[in-house]
C-alpha cells in the first residue's frame, strides 16, 4: 500500500512571495504518477500538475513547477509569485500505474495555504 | 462537454434512511470512483470501477453500494444511513492511471 504525507497543515504567506509546499511518499512501486490538487472554498478539486515518475524533468505549469526527487521519494509544489487567488487546500495525490491505476488515487492529508493582501 | 457531474449537491438524512448519490460524466471515461472527504482525512477511496459491469471495493466499502451499467453513470447508494456517513462526497472519472476529474461534491449530513 502507498502512503502520502503532508507534513505542513497549514502555511501562509504575503501575496507576490514564493511558496513551496511539501510532500513526501512511501510505495515499493517503480511506475506511478504524481499529482497536486488545490481545493479553493468552492470545494471542488482541480488539478494543478502532474509527473510520470519515469520522468525525470520537472513538471511546471505557468507559475507552478514541482521538485520531484524519485530516490528521496520527495514531490514538492513550488508556486511563483503567489496571488490571492491561490488561497485554498493543497492536495499531493499518488496513483501507481500496475493493475490499471484501478485502486485510485492516494492522497495525503492536506496544506492550507494562505495569501495575505 | 459538462465533465462529472453529481447530484444533489447537499442532502439530510436521518439514520437508517437509504438515499443514492447520482454521478456522470460525458468523457467516455472507463474508470469511475467514489471518494470520501472527512475533516482532516484528505479523501479515501469508497468503490471504483473500471469499466461497465465491473465494480470493486477502495478503502472505507462498508455501508456503500455501487453499480455500473452505463460507462456514463456511477450511482453510489447508502443502505442505511449512519452519523459516521457524514462526509464530503466526491465522484470522479479519468482515463485509466491518469489524472482523475472531480465532480463539484456533495455534502451528506446523517442525523
Known amino acids: 500500500a502507498q502512503t502520502v504525507t503532508q507534513s505542513q497543515p497549514e502555511m501562509s504567506v504575503q501575496e507576490a512571495e514564493t511558496v513551496t509546499l511539501s510532500c513526501t511518499y512511501d510505495?515499493?512501486?517503480?511506475?506511478?504518477?504524481l499529482f497536486w490538487y488545490k481545493q479553493p472554498p468552492s470545494r471542488q478539486m482541480i488539478l494543478v500538475i502532474r509527473?510520470?515518475?519515469?520522468?525525470?524533468q520537472n513538471a511546471t505549469e505557468n507559475r507552478f513547477s514541482v521538485n520531484f526527487q524519485k530516490a528521496a521519494k520527495s514531490f514538492s509544489l513550488k508556486i511563483s509569485d503567489s496571488q490571492l487567488g491561490d488561497t485554498a487546500m493543497y492536495f499531493c495525490?499518488?496513483?501507481?500505474?500496475?493493475?490499471?491505476?484501478?485502486?485510485?488515487?492516494?492522497f495525503g492529508k492536506g496544506t492550507h495555504l494562505i495569501i495575505q493582501p | 462537454n459538462a465533465g462529472v457531474t453529481q447530484t444533489p449537491k447537499f442532502q439530510v438524512l436521518k439514520t437508517g434512511q437509504s438515499m443514492t448519490l447520482q454521478c456522470a460524466q460525458d468523457?467516455?471515461?472507463?474508470?469511475m470512483s467514489w471518494y470520501r472527504q472527512d475533516p482532516g482525512m484528505g479523501l479515501r477511496l469508497i468503490h471504483y470501477?473500471?469499466?461497465?459491469?465491473?465494480?470493486d471495493q477502495g478503502e472505507v466499502p462498508n455501508g456503500y453500494n455501487v453499480s455500473r451499467s452505463t460507462t456514463e453513470d456511477f450511482p453510489l447508494r447508502l443502505l442505511s444511513a449512519a452519523p459516521s456517513q457524514t462526509s464530503v462526497y466526491f465522484c470522479?472519472?479519468?482515463?485509466?492511471?491518469?489524472?482523475?476529474?472531480f465532480g463539484p461534491g456533495t455534502r451528506l449530513t446523517v442525523t
Open positions: 495525490a499518488f496513483r501507481r500505474t500496475s493493475g490499471g491505476g484501478a485502486d485510485g488515487l492516494t
Open positions: 470501477s473500471v469499466g461497465a459491469g465491473i465494480t
Open positions: 468523457m467516455n471515461h472507463e474508470y
Open positions: 470522479a472519472s479519468s482515463r485509466v492511471e491518469h489524472e482523475q476529474y
Open positions: 510505495t515499493s512501486e517503480n511506475n506511478y504518477y
Open positions: 509527473q510520470e515518475a519515469y520522468k525525470q
